[in-house]
């Protein structure tokens, strides 16, 4: 896990302050969290919280000569699940913040390996305690049931030890399922059915066949967040919400750009009540698709931009960040369906340069390839027999850029020939930026087309214009089809 320390000086001087006394006095508007240890040894403890993927550390104390400690601000503190830990604990302890933010948390840490904590004046921490305690009884069985599974010389029925485990799974659904139930408005809750996954319908549940297969993965494209209420700022301080937001955007997105679009609108329409979670799910959307950690479509950039950025003002967002995503904006653009393609003129073969938008052609493929790229070698030869067989009688032209470090230029000019790709426009740019005929100039290209993943095709008209841009093999091969039958 990454650690982020937030340093004291980062913080305006009123949020956080700490005693190591139990005698100070206290804002009742802010936080006051005392931390009691039984064992009474002199100790540090650090104070912190989740934060999506991250942790961040808050404060350390030292123990009085009571063993205790006293974390306490004039301002009330984010809700969310926080930490405190010190030496010879093993793990940190966890507590929740909401609502109740003046309360004590007694550990007895006699037995390093079995900790036990006490809250007063925390309902909440108490309900956590209790769900903490159930779950702790329900891994041991677990862990023993598994052990014995993974032993050669174990002589009973594995299949009984199987159903022993799917048995506690299922108690632990159960138990989840209650205390939401009981406690509707417990942070708690919240936070279980968040965990919660989405249930399959029965039909779904056990998928024969491709099509069975596809409508499941349809069906968590479209429920996979049910059970996420994205306008409640208190699951950023998780260490859960962040990545089931990630594999929902990885994994069961639909990632056609208008469906993206859709999605993200309706997600950004329900966070918009808590100020919060709008900083946060369109910084992070913003951030993950100018990064490329989401592989969506640069529209889909644009339209973040356009719709939440261009006219919108916010507290989080300074004049710097704003220049970024504008320039972001701006080159997306500059790139979009419609648009002249940018100039490429780079070496050919035979270190003549070759200019692609002198390139004569009623079509032109632009292809991004690289040498030492497998699936590249396998799929260039299988483009050229469509392109001899049918493309190259229609008028269309190939503009093939290998992108590689110089060392391999040698290698490109042999497999150029062996595959008797020599009818192509055939470049080379190097990347190796200790070669001076390379040129930082010339890694602009990628940066020009933002390729970031290979084979990668373009479409061009007879003006060099953007048709078509990052498409595969297979949806290059589909579209040409589509166009010359026109």
Partial sequence: MKLVFLLSSFFVCSFLHFAKGADAKFSVDGYQIKIKIVSKQPTKIYFGRYKGNNVEFLDTLSTNENSEAIFYGETKLAAGIYFIGYQPLQENLDFLIDKEQHFEMIINDSNPNYVVTEFKNSSENNLYNYYKGYISEQSFLIESLRLKLSDPNYSKDSSELIKELKNIDKKIQDKRNEIIANNKTSFLSKLLLTLKDVELP???????????????????SNHFLDNVDLSDGRLIYTPFFESKVDTYFL????????????????????????????????????????????????????????????????????????????????????????KKATEILLPSITDNEISLLNTKA????????????????????????????????????????????????????????????????????????????????????????????????????????LMAKKLSYVQIVKLLDSVLKK
């Fill in 202 to 220: 029965k039909d779904l549940q056990k998928p024969s066949n491709k099509a069975d297969s596809l409508k499941t993965l349809k069906y968590l």
């Fill in 251 to 338: 994994e069961y997105m639909d990632l056609n750009a208008d469906s993206v679009i859709v999605t993200l609108k309706k997600m950004l329409n329900k966070a918009v009540i808590d100020k919060t979670m709008t900083e946060w799910l369109l910084s992070k959307l913003l951030n993950g698709s100018i990064s490329h950690y989401y592989k969506w479509d640069e529209s889909v950039y644009i339209f973040l931009f356009q719709n939440y950025i261009s006219d919108n003002k916010y507290d989080w967002l300074n004049d710097r960040s704003r220049e970024f995503y504008t320039e972001k904006a701006l080159f997306y653009m500059s790139i979009s369906k419609g």
């Fill in 362 to 465: 009623k079509y032109t493929i632009l292809s991004f390839w690289d040498i030492t790229c497998h699936h590249c070698l396998e799929t260039l030869p299988k483009l050229d027999s469509i392109y001899q067989a049918n493309w190259k009688q229609n008028g269309i032209k190939i503009f093939s850029v290998c992108v590689s470090d110089q060392e391999f230029k040698g290698e490109w000019r042999n497999y150029i020939n062996k595959s008797q790709l020599q009818t192509w426009n055939n470049v080379f740019n190097s990347i190796d930026l200790n070669d001076n005929s390379a040129g930082l100039s010339r890694n602009l290209v990628l940066q020009n087309y933002n390729v970031w993943y290979y084979p990668t095709f373009f479409l061009l008209d007879e003006n060099k214009h």
